[in-house]
């Protein structure tokens, strides 16, 4: 069983940047790959980025690219999500979660992170 909890949202101007944490119980963090997803009020929960447990390999939504940034450090069980440049439209709860077996399907998810962006 893995617990995952978010912390490092909060309000923010547009223009600005957040770094997002995502702290991980349990020993066998670094064989997950592990997401970052977000949920806008009113719409589905959608992802946003991703990094793989054997090579760091990552991969992010096209609306993101170039402004956040996942990494990963296994030895302190945490995954973050920096963000900049942020815009009105990232306005949204984030969720890290983990891929257990790297198949795409998110085994474990976090309670969700508020992020606010102001225009």
């Known amino acids: 069983q893995v617990q995952l909890v978010e912390s490092g949202g909060g309000l923010v101007q547009a223009g600005g940047s957040l770094r997002l944490s995502c702290a991980a119980s349990?020993?066998?963090?670094?064989?997950?790959?592990m997401g970052w997803f977000r949920q806008a009020p009113g719409k589905e929960r959608k992802f946003v980025a991703r990094?793989?447990?054997?090579?760091?390999?990552?991969y992010y939504v096209d609306s993101v690219k170039g402004r956040f940034t996942i990494s990963r450090d296994n030895a302190k069980n945490t995954v973050y999500l920096q963000m900049n440049s942020l815009k009105p439209e990232d306005t949204a709860v984030y969720y890290c979660?983990?891929?257990?077996?790297?198949?795409?399907?998110?085994?474990?998810w976090g309670q969700g992170t508020q992020v606010t962006v102001s225009s």
């Open positions: 990094i793989n447990r054997s090579d760091d390999s990552t």
């Open positions: 349990g020993r066998i963090f670094g064989t997950y790959r």
């Open positions: 979660a983990a891929d257990k077996f790297q198949d795409g399907t998110y085994d474990y």
